[in-house]
């Protein structure tokens, strides 16, 4: 096992905060295998980059030879987590927490090793609480205290209710630590108020506190927003790998070093070299960014897919050659009595869109084409004749082809 030190070095590498550090440092001395824990609370079903942050350092700590704790948030999944919101997250049915629940877990044995895994459902504790339990529990903490971070301030200013539940979940939090002896937590940096809660009530109840470690969100591929769905700016952890690499080969420069380091298994010394050889200009950006799309398709998927995946890329917009894997549809291409085809309408359906409005905003930023001729800014009809065995591509990286039945 590598010494405190060594492992600090490891584990720092890409955290925004360790609270204490000095804690984590007594911890790691002691020479034991110590208990790190992540909550995750299964609201959605699918996983990109940015939820495999937290993922991937659990990852570094079990290489360093500590066990993980996942721990399933079944139950305060049915509370909603505040952090981060200005409204009171929509409640989900016990069906969709569980189906959304294995589909998490099973994405992210694609990172963690199961061996050094201990998976947990917080329901296991929180079900069984009563009444009594709970006034007890919550007598730990304050009002003022709770209500003083922040997403739980800016709603009072802006005066956005607060549902009393609410109130509750980071106190669930905390008890989850309690109960799976928690000696470090990991949660993004919107969740430092909740494990600091942890702390806290370990404190109360007198057992060893945890140390609280926190992750920066990652940006999308856009480089302004953090990574989410509901931005377009993800990478899917279950994308193809074409799609993966081509993904992050659109991604800012200035975002490269960040991605190696909260996104990768590439080594802490290589990607300090990584980040000197930029600095200097001894290393060339385009062939680092290509690096990193290998490493990350490697990941989820193996080498030989990235080399495969990099050539497609470089068919496709080296050598402008369409993809020759293009998902064909068949659709009905019944004319209107002018001979046209509503372009929103047929996108929408074969997957292109996720609607005809957005179609349409697709169409009128120039970024959809049919057999390689781009429609013009309004152009939301066309000759059916042009469809029957077309390509239409939309952005650099989607494409389907019509089969008219």
Known sequence: MKSAQEQLKIIESGAADIVPKSALLDKLEEGRSLRIKLGVDP??????LGHAVPL??????????????LIIGDFTALIGDPSGRN???????????????????????????????????NSEWLAPLGFADLLRLSSQFTLARTIERDDFEKRLKEDQPISLHELLYPIAQAYDSIMIDADVELGGTDQLFNLLAGRELAKKLGKPEQ???????????DGVQKMSKSYGN????????????????SIPDELMVKY?????PVSIEEIDAIESGLADGSLHPNEVKRRLGREIVTLYYDEETARSAEAAFDKQFKDHEVPEDIEEFSVDLNPSD?????????????????????????????????SGEPLAPKQYNVDSALLANAVIQVGKRRFARIAAR
């Open 43 to 48: 609201t959605a079903p699918d996983l990109h």
């Open 56 to 69: 991937r350092k659990l990852r570094q700590f079990q290489d360093l030879g500590h066990t993980v704790v």
């Open 87 to 121: 409204s009171t997250r929509p409640p989900l049915t016990q069906k969709e927490i569980d189906e959304n629940a294995q589909t998490y877990v099973d994405q992210a044995f694609r990172i963690l090793d199961p061996e050094k895994t201990e998976l947990r459902r």
């Open 211 to 221: 140390v609280c470690l926190t992750l920066p969100l990652l940006e999308g591929t």
């Open 234 to 249: 993800y990478i899917g952890l279950t994308d193809d790998a074409a799609d993966m690499f081509g993904k992050t080969m």
């Open 260 to 264: 190696y380091r909260l996104g990768t």
């Open 338 to 370: 002018e001979g046209l085809i509503y372009m929103a309408a047929l996108m929408a359906e074969i997957g292109l869109a996720q609607s005809a409005g957005e179609a349409r905003r697709l169409i009128d930023g120039g970024g959809v084409k049919i």
